[in-house]
């Protein structure tokens, strides 16, 4: 690879609680609109200095999105988001920092994409019992990515066919828990995607803690507590999903049980996403910010041949 020698070796600014960092996303490698190299454009315009791409269940997009955080002046950070099932429940994990080249990690997010298919099909089936027909080959025109169908592009549809005005309708009618189009699946466990994030270098973040509205205060106790005692050691506390009351709860539970503190808008199109990328509130002063911890891991824009550069 050519080498830039105008590029800076070293950050232009240092890293700090106040960094524009927007550390989750979604591109068309998993259930995003935008191709990976679009979000760095529209990451890079919003003036985001710190970006990483966390796709559903894979790192298909990494190499791309870093060298398109790099053409763009940006440091990247690498991302997944991989889906677990917690008591039951769907909890994601956000993984940072890591080597996106890990056996075991592609390993294990390719098993977690695995069931997507035929879950995919329960789910059109469903629909079609409600007299929505053809679904499945109709969620498939949305998908890029064929490992990785997802509510999300079911939702597209249903609103295509005008069943819905918006993807936030469809998913309360049809495709939350006891609605026609909801399939309960086994994702990951928690200590699966915590080891293969943490076996390949990076740190786990447990994503959008206030999403998961079914948790008893119980439950999510337990959720930190295993977690912490798996090897997790961050948690979303600024997000797309939290509202500023959920953003002060979850930094002091990030302060009590000892996690640094992430930030990320979960964008996943301009259409249909309600936080754009890096427009988020800046990371309190107070908590420990992620890129802190990974600094060591972050890739700066570099002069150094890409091939050999440090995950
Ligand atoms: P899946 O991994 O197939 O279960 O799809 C999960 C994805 O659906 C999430 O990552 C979001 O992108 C999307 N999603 C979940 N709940 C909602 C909602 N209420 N409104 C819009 N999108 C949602
Ligand atoms: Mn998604
Ligand atoms: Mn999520
Ligand atoms: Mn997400």
Known sequence: MRVNPDR???????????TNADLHCHSTVSDGTLEPEAIAERAAANGVELWALTDHDEVG??????????????AYLTGTEVSVTFADETVHIIGLGFDPDD????????????????????MAAGLAQVGIHGAFEGALQYVSNPELISRTHFARFLVERGHCADTGEVFRRFLTNGKPGYVPHKWARLGEAVGWIRGAG???VIAHPARYSRFTPTMEYALFTEFVAHGGQGVEVITGSHTAADSLKYADVALEFGLCAS????FHSPLESRTDLGTLPDL???LTPVWQMLAGRVQWPTAAPREHASA
């Open 263 to 266: 930030r990320g808008s979960d």
């Open 202 to 204: 990076g740190v786990a």
């Open 8 to 18: 800076p070796t070293t950050p232009a600014k240092p890293l700090s609680h106040l």
């Open 61 to 74: 997009g990494q190499h791309r999105a870093r060298d398109a955080a790099h053409a763009r002046g940006m």
């Open 284 to 286: 309190p002063g107070r």
């Open 103 to 122: 056996a075991a990690l592609r390993e294990g997010l390719a098993r977690t994409r695995g069931g997507r298919e035929e879950r995919a099909r329960e």
